[in-house]
Structures are given as structure tokens and as C-alpha cells.
């Protein structure tokens, strides 16, 4: 039951802007922290940004602050990342994860991704 969905993606030119969208069903999504993270061809999967679960605390990879934000609209369980000053090194794959709190334990999802591509 559990999907998280990925959006806007697309192609952006260096310096242009993005918004990033995570539809997420089959779980209390006001309970789960949010990331983004992204793949770029030949490169590891890194983490982006991270969301707690009432949106009180952000953190971003320092090659992405003061560029990206990460929010969430706990009332539509969606989590958003707002990508401005977009550069080259920006282009990826970019997934949604959800870190889901049972009363166990964590249980992680995943995204399809959404392809990002930062070009001139």
C-alpha cells in the first residue's frame, strides 16, 4: 500500500529553478521524517535534504544550502523541494524516502525518482 511519487522533474537551464514533489499514501505520513536524495550517472546516491516529521528541523548537504529547501504540507502528504541557482552538478535522479516510525522500529521507502537535468 505504501507509495511515495516523484515530480517535476525536467530539463532546467544553469541558474533556473525547480520544484520537486513526493506524493506519499499508505502510511501516516505526519509520522515519518522525509528526504530527498539523487544519483547521478557514474556517482554515488547521495542525500540531499532532510525533513522531520512535523517540519520543525531541516538539513541540507553543503553543496545544496542556501540553494534548495525542503517543506512539507503534512494536510496533502506531500514533501517538496524548491531547487534554485540550479547548476550542472545538480543534474540527477532525484528520490523521495520516507523514514516511516512503527512502534518497533524505522522502515524506509522508496521513490521511482524524477529526473533532474541542468543544462545549457
Known amino acids: 500500500q505504501v507509495q511515495l511519487v516523484e515530480s517535476g522533474g525536467g530539463l532546467v537551464q544553469p541558474g533556473g529553478s525547480l520544484r520537486l514533489s513526493c506524493a506519499a499514501s499508505?502510511?501516516?505520513?505526519?509520522?515519518?521524517?522525509m528526504n530527498w536524495y539523487r544519483q547521478a550517472p557514474g556517482k554515488e546516491r547521495e542525500l540531499v535534504a532532510t525533513i522531520t516529521s512535523a517540519g520543525g528541523s531541516t538539513n541540507y548537504v553543503d553543496s545544496v544550502k542556501g540553494r534548495f529547501t525542503i517543506s512539507r504540507d503534512n494536510a496533502k502528504n506531500t514533501v517538496y523541494l524548491q531547487m534554485n541557482s540550479l547548476k550542472p552538478e545538480d543534474t540527477a535522479v532525484y528520490y523521495c524516502?520516507?523514514?516511516?516510525?512503527?512502534?518497533?522500529?524505522?522502515?524506509?521507502?522508496w521513490g521511482q525518482g524524477t529526473q533532474v537535468t541542468v543544462s545549457s
Open positions: 499508505g502510511f501516516t505520513f505526519s509520522s515519518a521524517a
Open positions: 524516502k520516507a523514514d516511516r516510525t512503527m512502534a518497533w522500529g524505522t522502515i524506509g521507502y
